[in-house]
């Protein structure tokens, strides 16, 4: 095994709400500060066709996993899922938060980015910290910017305001990229600290 087969390529899109806040340089120089590059860039704001196909319904553990985090947020804090979903399903809660994604995701522009390094989208996710901000660790963005939380969300019946999407895995990476980017927009050159860091 080489150095290089540990690079992975992963999206990072910062939400509107990252961007209305102006969190977006912050965003970045937390990125670029450990090391990833930057291979892409955008500023988008997206169709609900391209958020459709970001959020697909055919990700079932995705959307699985999003109504078994707000159950879990439910029952920490004492919430009813039956009372606000009207079932307890993690599926169909899931079913329910993708339509506020999606709704949210379209309001306004996100910048869309494409990073690169070692072991980047684990890395990525961890600084960018629990998807829920209210479960997020400080020093991480989330943990920093934002306090939100499934139930906070659910009540007023929108997406959870996270400040950014990080790809969850190599395969959703391979997945996401060129749905927000061509091979053309993505750019390969070489850091002055890759010499020091590699």
């Known amino acids: 095994m080489k150095v290089t087969d540990l690079f992975e390529r992963t999206l990072v899109l910062v939400k509107p709400d990252g961007v209305k806040r102006g969190l977006v340089g912050e965003i970045i120089k937390r990125l670029e500060n450990c090391g990833l590059k930057l291979v892409a860039i955008k500023m988008v704001k997206p169709s609900r066709t391209l958020a459709e196909k970001h ?5 079932r553990e995705f959307i699985e996993g999003m109504g078994k985090k707000t159950l879990q947020n439910y029952k920490e804090i004492g919430l009813d899922p039956l009372t606000q979903f009207g079932t307890d399903e993690p599926y169909k809660i899931g079913l329910e938060i993708r339509k506020w994604l999606i709704d949210y995701i379209t309001s306004d522009p996100v910048v869309a980015m494409v990073w690169e390094g070692p072991l980047a989208v684990s890395l990525i996710r961890k600084i960018a910290g629990n998807t829920l901000p209210f479960w997020a660790e400080s020093g991480s963005i989330r943990g920093d910017f934002a306090f939100d939380s499934s139930a906070l969300a659910n009540l007023q019946k929108r997406a959870v305001k ?7 895995s190599k395969e959703e990476a391979l997945y996401e990229i060129p749905l927000w980017f061509s091979k053309e927009e993505i750019c390969s050159y070489e850091r002055a600290e890759e010499k020091v860091m590699l």
């Open 55 to 59: 959020y697909p319904k055919e990700r």
């Open 162 to 168: 996270n400040l950014v999407h990080a790809s969850g």
